[in-house]
C-alpha cells in the first residue's frame, strides 16, 4: 500500500510589467504590478485552507512578494527556483527574437549567451536545478503539503520532470501568473491533480 502524500503546490508569482507584455524575464528583478499583488493576495484563502509543511521561493522580489501577499510569509528562499536564464534574449518577446530566427522556439531552440549577468541555461540544466528542488521535497511531502513560489518556465520544467518526462517537455503545460497548480500521486504514478487556478489574468510570458 502507498504511504499518505500530500500535494506539492506551485504558485507562479502575480504579473509584472514585463509578463504582461511578453518580455523574457529571467534574472531581472522586477515588482509586481497592482494586478499582481491583486491576484496574490487572491491564493490566501486556499492556502489557508491546505496543511502545508513548508514552503519555498525563489530569490526574485516577485515571488518573494507573491509569496508574502499570499500568506506564506515563512517561506524559505531556494537559489534553484531561479527562472530560467534566457541569456542574450533577456527582456526581449518572441516576437522580437523571431525577427532574428524566424518560428523560433525556447523550447526547440534554445538561448544565445548574454552578458556576465545573464549567461544563459539550457532546458537540460534547468531540469537539473527543478530535480535537486524536488530531491530536497519529496521527504517533506509524507503527509502534508508543501508550497513553491516560483516563475512560468521554471515550473513548467519542474512539472515535467515529476511527471518523469524530459525538460522541454514542459512546452505542454502553459501556465498564467497568479495561478495555483498541485502534483500529486495516484498509487504509484505521478500526476498533475490541478492546474493554473485561479488566474486573475491569462498570461503567456515567460518569467
Known amino acids: 500500500m502507498m504511504l499518505p502524500m500530500g500535494e506539492l503546490i506551485l504558485i507562479r508569482h502575480g504579473e509584472t510589467e514585463w509578463s504582461r507584455s511578453g518580455k523574457h524575464t529571467g534574472r531581472t528583478d522586477l515588482p509586481l504590478t497592482e494586478a499582481g499583488r491583486a491576484a496574490a493576495t487572491a491564493l490566501r484563502p486556499a492556502l489557508a485552507a ?3 509543511a513548508a514552503s519555498f521561493v525563489s530569490p526574485a522580489s516577485r515571488a518573494i512578494e507573491t509569496a508574502e501577499l499570499a500568506g506564506l510569509t515563512g517561506a524559505k528562499v531556494d537559489p534553484d527556483l531561479w527562472e530560467w ?4 534574449y533577456e527582456g526581449l518577446t518572441t516576437d522580437e527574437i523571431r525577427t532574428q530566427r524566424p518560428s523560433w522556439s525556447l523550447w526547440q531552440d534554445g ?6 549577468a545573464h549567461p544563459g541555461e539550457t532546458a537540460e540544466e534547468v531540469g537539473a536545478r527543478t530535480d535537486a528542488v524536488l530531491g530536497r521535497i519529496r521527504p517533506l511531502l509524507r503527509d502534508e503539503d508543501v508550497a513553491l513560489v516560483a516563475h512560468g518556465h521554471l515550473l513548467r520544467v519542474l512539472t515535467a520532470r515529476w511527471l518523469g518526462l524530459a525538460p522541454d517537455d514542459g512546452k505542454l503545460f502553459r501556465l498564467d501568473t497568479g ?14 491533480s490541478s492546474w493554473n487556478l485561479p488566474s486573475a489574468g491569462r498570461q503567456h510570458a515567460a518569467g
Do not use: M, W
Open 50 to 52: 491546505r496543511h502545508i
Open 85 to 88: 536564464d534566457y541569456g542574450g
Open 179 to 192: 495561478t495555483f497548480s498541485t502534483l500529486g500521486a495516484e498509487r504509484e504514478q505521478s500526476v498533475i
Open 111 to 116: 538561448i544565445i549567451p548574454g552578458d556576465a
